[in-house]
């Protein structure tokens, strides 16, 4: 039997593993694996909301093992380091406890034909102090530490506040707020900062003293002409108003040129934060460019329009790790690095995988453009959906837009979990919207 082996189960390695498991392991056609340097998946577009503490990842996570014993593939926990081509092997890295202590050691994986699905990483630009001294949202665990870091400094400003209510009692001037500083105005950045002003709100609902909204500064710092550089003008000049409704501080035209503690440095000027959040642009794990595969300056893996990696056969790529240009002259333009675009590249894989056991055509990929959606946390959320039809982009706003924006992640877990199980999950979600805190608190 035929073994097919996925790495990475994000947003397009875990449906593209569900797709084969579901059609070829069901039938016993193929053997399929996945493998993921973790335990469970969490919907990569959810992070800022986590970050925030708007969602909880003990809900939303999702267990390889458990999904892969419904859905007839093998999932294999473990972080892939090397790859064989000449023998169809790659190499995980040995598998370590949370005490760091070695539970498994070095393995190697047999292939047929293997996909690359490792995702990306925020874009440090070669700035070797980002790493050690800012927050990103590249995984749940980031995220999480953001998160209760976030909680802590408020913790901690709460009772600087009581304090000095209770000694200076004629002293009305307000306390320093937090500070937060976010580089990168793209749609994390601006969604990680709407988020933020919300759980500042929530936290003053929640009996947190001497809080308000004022007690958070979120500064967000781009280096191009203006925030959203990826979406029209139109999208970026709205989400600019709401932001600075909240509080928010703009810097457009600003490099940070170098980051040290809770300071970014500019050409003219130093930043303090309390807080620094990376999110500027996406960058592929490094490794990926050691492996002996065609690869781009931000170690994209170079496919072709089959989605199977320039000059190899047996290997495809989907997904942020993969770099497919799309059309011609003046048209051509990269596959943008998207949870659509990865749904979209594990169907066409899936397809493909399938084309190769039935010794069929490969089918090309061409990617849609369904729209840009952004939520602004509850304040606001909008953005202009490309109807296919009459060839027409529809500007939504208001609750049809955040219907259309939920709708992404649903249909990510549809391809999951099927019609059946879904159902139960929206319900589910409705209850505990009822039952549970809108903050996480903890
Ligand atoms: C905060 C945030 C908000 C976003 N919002 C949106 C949005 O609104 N709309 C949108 O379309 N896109 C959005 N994106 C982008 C979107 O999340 C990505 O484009 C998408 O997740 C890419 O899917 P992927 O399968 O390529 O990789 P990922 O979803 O990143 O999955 C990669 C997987 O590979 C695993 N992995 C990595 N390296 C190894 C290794 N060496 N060995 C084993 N496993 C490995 C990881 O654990 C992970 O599970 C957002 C991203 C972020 C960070």
Not at 291 to 313: C, Y
Request: glycine share 8%; charged share 20%; net charge negative.
């Amino acid at each position: 039997m035929k073994q097919i082996v996925i790495v990475g189960g994000g947003a397009g390695g875990l449906e593209l593993a569900t797709r084969l498991g579901d059609s070829l392991g069901r039938k016993r056609l193929a053997e399929i694996t996945l493998i993921d340097a973790n335990r469970t998946h969490l919907w990569k577009p959810l992070l800022h909301e986590v970050a925030s503490g708007s969602l909880d990842t003990g809900h939303e996570a999702l267990s390889y093992r458990a999904h892969s014993s419904e859905h007839h593939y093998y999932f294999r926990m473990g972080q892939m380091v090397g790859l064989d081509k000449t023998n169809q092997t790659l190499t995980l890295a040995p598998l370590l406890d949370h005490h760091g202590k070695e539970i498994l050691g070095e393995r190697l994986v047999h292939y047929d034909y293997l996909v690359m699905a490792t995702g990306a990483r925020s874009n440090d630009f070669g700035l070797s102090s980002v790493r050690e001294h800012c927050h990103t949202l590249d995984s749940a665990q980031e995220a999480e530490d953001f998160h209760l870091t976030f909680l802590n400094r408020f913790m901690q400003f709460s009772e600087a506040a009581n304090q000095h209510a209770l000694t200076n009692h004629h002293d009305q001037t307000p306390p320093e707020p937090v500070r937060v500083a976010i580089v990168g105005a793209g749609a994390t950045g601006v969604e990680l900062a709407a988020e933020l002003c919300n759980a500042v709100e929530r936290l003053e609902k929640f009996g947190i003293k001497a809080i308000h909204p004022s007690s958070l500064q979120v500064t967000i710092i781009e280096a191009t002409d203006r925030i959203l550089p990826a979406l029209p003008e139109s999208l970026a000049a709205k989400a600019e108003q709401v932001l600075k409704e909240h509080g928010v501080d703009i810097r457009t035209q600003t490099m940070i040129k170098d980051v040290q503690a809770q300071q970014l440095i500019t050409a003219d000027q130093t930043l303090q934060a309390d807080l620094l959040v990376w999110a500027a642009g996406v960058k592929a794990p490094k490794f990926l460019s050691e492996l002996g595969l065609p690869t781009n300056r931000i170690h994209q893996i170079e496919i072709d329009a089959n989605l199977q990696v320039k000059g190899e056969s047996a290997i495809f790529a989907i997904g942020d790790c993969a770099s497919l240009i799309q059309g011609a002259g003046e048209q051509a333009r990269p596959v943008p690095s998207l949870a659509q675009a990865a749904h979209q590249m594990a169907a066409t894989c899936a397809t493909n995988l399938q084309a190769l056991i039935d010794g069929q055509p490969l089918t090309s990929f061409l990617y849609h453009d369904h729209g840009s959606l952004l939520s602004l946390s509850r304040f606001q959320t909008f953005g202009s959906v490309l109807d296919e039809l009459f060839k027409k982009n529809w500007m939504l706003e208001g609750k049809i837009a955040h219907w259309a924006y939920a709708s992404l992640y649903r249909q990510h877990q549809m391809t999951l979990h099927g019609l059946g199980r879904m159902v139960w999950i929206l319900l589910a979600a409705f209850i505990e919207r009822r039952v549970k805190p809108k903050l996480k608190l903890y």
